[in-house]
């Protein structure tokens, strides 16, 4: 795909969003629900948490996309998530996968390595998560071991380009690698997108929501154009937002406006660079 029909389809995935307000469910973490809800809201989505096996089935059927969140595990988890994956794999559904928490607790790996035959169309994490979860499935890692710490990433961005392209040349999908410089990949092109707020990583939740936000774009777009979309309106928006704030708290609520602001135009504006994979 040219620069020009990238771009082309970043506008058309933002004005398509607000247009069809695409229904966008998540199971997510506790602690963020109301961001990602407000964060899907913001761009054109409709929300919907849910939390039982029953309701993410029926929600992975009624929905036009759906975003699983692996921040707070509940015992009765390990029923729904993996069946909600299922129901949106056998209906050719987009998903994004967000496995933060990686590496913390069995039942968390358990449910990742069931993720693995249902292949989510994004995958949403930091460097040190993609490593992780790339040598959980048994990929092309690049290497042994990863820098998770928590929810917190010791590793560049860079150190997990090699996870991240064969994460999604496994999944046929899209990876979006978060950092100073976000990468986005689809195993053949690699674009990296630039921006945000240093005040970002002091607020619950961004993370989180941009797995929401990449949902909702997933719904009306191929999951690499998708993937693109989210990290470029946050970054946009990151970048307004700050210049407004006064803190973390007023940041929050004007990262909202701004991301319920932002034209096709702008979010196709934000700097975009693109390099091809070998191999």
Avoid at 42 to 53: D, F, N, Q, R, T
Avoid at 166 to 176: D, E, M, P, S, Y
Avoid at 248 to 266: C, I, K, M, N, R
């Amino acid at each position: 795909m040219t620069m020009d029909g990238i771009l082309q389809g970043i506008r058309s995935a933002v004005a398509e969003a607000r247009e069809k307000v695409p229904l966008v469910p998540s199971v997510t973490n506790t602690v963020t629900i109301n961001f990602v809800a407000n964060a899907q809201l913001a761009v054109g989505g409709s929300a919907a948490m849910v939390y039982l096996p029953d309701e993410g089935r029926s929600m992975a059927e009624v929905g036009a996309a759906m975003y699983i969140n692996m921040g707070t595990i509940l015992p009765i988890y390990e029923e729904t998530l993996p069946e909600t994956a299922r129901v949106l794999h056998e209906q050719g559904k987009p998903w994004v996968l967000d496995p933060v928490g990686i590496g913390i607790g069995s039942l968390r790996e358990r449910i990742l390595c069931s993720f693995m035959q249902y292949k989510p169309a994004i995958i949403r994490c930091n460097a040190s998560e993609a490593i992780a979860l790339a040598n959980l499935w048994r990929l092309e890692s690049g290497r042994e071991k990863d820098g998770v710490r928590g929810v917190d990433a010791t590793d560049s961005v860079l150190e997990a380009r090699r996870a991240a392209v064969a994460l999604a040349r496994w999944t046929g999908g899209a990876v979006a690698v978060s950092g100073e410089r976000d990468l986005i990949t689809d195993g053949r092109t690699t674009a990296f997108s630039t921006g945000g707020s240093a005040l970002m990583p002091k607020i619950t939740g961004t993370g989180c929501s941009l797995g929401g936000v990449a949902a909702v774009y997933a719904a009306v777009a191929s999951p690499f154009l998708a993937a693109m979309t989210a990290s470029a309106i946050y970054n946009l928006a990151g970048q307004r937002a700050e210049e407004k704030a006064k803190g973390p708290g007023s940041f929050q609520v004007q990262f909202l406006d701004e991301l319920y602001l932002a034209t096709p135009e702008d979010v196709a504006g934000n700097p975009l660079e693109l390099e091809e994979e070998i191999g």
